[in-house]
């Protein structure tokens, strides 16, 4: 078995939760209908002192992911946090009430950013 660290992750997302439990669900189900067309990802939460069910909503979702629990208020040192731990290639910040529109936001991102060899993409 690959250990996470021998695997090519093209993609970490960054998500810091604080108290979201109502609204992970869209976030979460976009990110569980997207066409990553070949694409590795992972996606790790940050959990910032929550007191509701935010832990509960996102470990039920089914969606493979990593879920890190800061005591540290605030969102930076939460995706500091998240930092620490990423491996992809690349690093995607969202928030937890964020959405992808789009089925293959993910997917022409990395297209975007392999096919024009770019550090950064805004």
């Not at 066409?35 to 909503?57: H, K, M, P, Q, W």
């Not at 540290?72 to 998240?82: K, S």
């Given at each position: 078995?690959?250990?996470l660290?021998?695997?090519?992750?093209d993609?970490?997302?960054?998500?810091p939760?604080y108290?979201?439990?109502?609204?992970l669900?869209p976030?979460?189900?976009?990110?569980?209908?997207?066409?990553l067309?070949?694409?590795t990802?992972?996606?790790?939460?940050v959990?910032n002192?929550?007191?509701?069910?935010?832990e509960d909503?996102?470990?039920?979702?089914?969606?493979?992911?990593?879920?890190l629990?800061?005591?540290t208020q605030?969102?930076?040192?939460a995706?500091?946090?998240g930092l620490?731990?990423?491996?992809?290639k690349?690093?995607?910040?969202?928030?937890g009430?964020?959405?992808?529109?789009?089925?293959?936001?993910?997917?022409?991102a990395?297209?975007?950013?392999t096919a024009e060899c770019?550090d950064?993409?805004?």
């Amino acid at each position: 078995m690959q250990t996470l660290q021998q695997r090519q992750i093209d993609l970490s997302i960054i998500i810091p939760v604080y108290n979201l439990e109502h609204y992970l669900a869209p976030m979460l189900r976009s990110l569980a209908e997207q066409d990553l067309a070949g694409y590795t990802i992972e996606i790790i939460f940050v959990l910032n002192n929550c007191t509701d069910r935010s832990e509960d909503v996102i470990r039920n979702s089914g969606l493979d992911c990593t879920i890190l629990n800061c005591t540290t208020q605030g969102c930076g040192p939460a995706r500091n946090m998240g930092l620490d731990v990423a491996v992809g290639k690349y690093i995607w910040m969202m928030d937890g009430d964020d959405w992808l529109l789009a089925p293959d936001a993910i997917k022409e991102a990395l297209d975007k950013i392999t096919a024009e060899c770019l550090d950064l993409l805004r």
